[in-house]
């Protein structure tokens, strides 16, 4: 049997080692990759959750106004119920306004146009 010159030993252990580098970069790339993904899944989560909780949130603080609605609407009512002495429709009190100041709004416009002096009017 031949014996392996020097030189084919030193090259068998430079593979040798190179294909242990080589592993050694297989497994730290597949660690990367499997805490990469735990990561990803982590972060994931916590934006559901932190989702979850802003929705729940929003839709607290929108019960909260809608209840804060209800009661300005009811010491409407009972405003308007005091001072009429029977039961209004606040829609109908506003649409009553409306047309109120839509008639001022001409009334004044009329004056104004008619008058020999136009600057008699002051508006306070």
């Known amino acids: 049997q031949s014996v392996p010159s020097p030189e084919v030993i030193e090259l068998h252990q430079k593979l040798q080692k190179l294909q242990l ?3 050694i970069e297989r497994a730290c790339r597949e660690t990367e990759k499997k805490v990469m993904k735990e990561r990803e899944q982590t972060l994931t989560l916590k934006l559901e959750q932190y989702e979850r909780g802003l929705q729940q949130s929003i839709i607290r603080e929108m019960e909260r106004e809608n ?27 506003v649409a009553d306004l409306k047309r109120l100041a839509y008639l001022l709004t001409t009334l004044c416009y009329n004056l104004l146009r008619t008058s020999p002096n136009r600057n008699i009017f002051v508006f306070q």
């Open 67 to 93: 209840e804060v609605l209800k009661k300005v609407k009811a010491q409407m009512q009972r405003t308007f119920t005091e001072l009429c002495g029977e039961k209004v429709s606040l829609k109908g009190v």
């Open 21 to 23: 580098e080589l592993n």
